[in-house]
Structures are given as structure tokens and as C-alpha cells.
């Protein structure tokens, strides 16, 4: 039977170190399509050719000072510096003994399976609802190729 993936150990790393308290990552990757449809390709339906592909990672938290990875006061740092950084899509270094708590200095990325690149923060959101918790959004904006690295 095929392992299927937890949703706890695919995590997004900046510059090595996970994101502190995160509730959710996602990786997005599109690609622009030109129309190429011609009185020569059909009357009904739409010819395309394949154009440029653009990825975004982003990810959801709860608002700490505390947390063991990158919080929101290192991504505000990051984000007003206006220079890309290394981003990884990855499931964490240990994800099959990983223990209850996170360690000290934070989760590491796998070195196989992920999925690299630079990107620049283009969102940056706290959000802070009266008798709930704080939370802060970030959005990650691939600046050149993303890159995969192959499974062992």
C-alpha cells in the first residue's frame, strides 16, 4: 500500500529554517498559454502552446515572539530588505521520528523530494481578532526557476 503524505510534515523553509507556529504551506505553480487557434485548427476548439511558468509558496500562522523558526518580525526584516532568498517546499529532515515539539533552532528541510528557489515576499498579513488568536499570512513570489530535487 502507498504511503500517503501528512500534511504536518511538508513544511516551507526561508533561508534553511522553517516558518515558527505554522498552521498551513502551499506551493502554487502556473503556466501562460498562448492561443494559437487558426481558421486551419477547428471551429470549436481552442488551440494553445505552452508560455512562461511562475510559482508562489504561502503559508499560515499563528502570531509568536517565541517560536523556534522564522517569525513574523524576521519576515517583515526580509520583506522590506526588497532581496530574494532561498525558499524550500519540503517535507522536514526527520518527518518519519520527528518528535512532539519542535527542536531547538527549528524543523530542517529534507535534502530529497523538494522542491528550491529564491523568491521575494510580496504579502505580508497580521491579522489579530478580538478573543482569538493572532495570526499572520505570508505570500512568496518565485523569482526565476523553480527547481526540483529527485527522491533517493
Known amino acids: 500500500m502507498a ?62 515572539n517565541d517560536g523556534e523558526g522564522v517569525g513574523f518580525e524576521q519576515l517583515f526584516d526580509i520583506m522590506t530588505a526588497q532581496t530574494p532568498i532561498d525558499a524550500v517546499f519540503a517535507l522536514e529532515k526527520n518527518y518519519k521520528t520527528k518528535a512532539d515539539e519542535v527542536t531547538k533552532g527549528g524543523w530542517v528541510p529534507s535534502t530529497t523530494g523538494t522542491y528550491t528557489g529564491k523568491v521575494l515576499i510580496t504579502s505580508l498579513e497580521c491579522s489579530a481578532p478580538n478573543e482569538d488568536n493572532a495570526t499572520f499570512s505570508a505570500t512568496f513570489t518565485g523569482v526565476g526557476a523553480l527547481k526540483k530535487v529527485a527522491t533517493a
Open 3 to 64: 504511503s500517503v503524505t501528512k500534511g504536518r510534515d511538508l513544511m516551507l523553509f526561508i533561508n534553511g529554517k522553517s516558518i515558527a507556529f505554522a498552521t498551513s504551506h502551499s506551493l502554487s505553480i502556473s503556466q501562460d498559454t498562448t492561443e494559437t487557434t487558426s481558421k486551419d485548427s477547428g471551429g470549436k476548439w481552442v488551440s494553445a502552446q505552452a508560455g512562461k511558468i511562475s510559482w508562489e509558496m504561502s503559508t499560515e500562522n499563528l502570531m509568536s
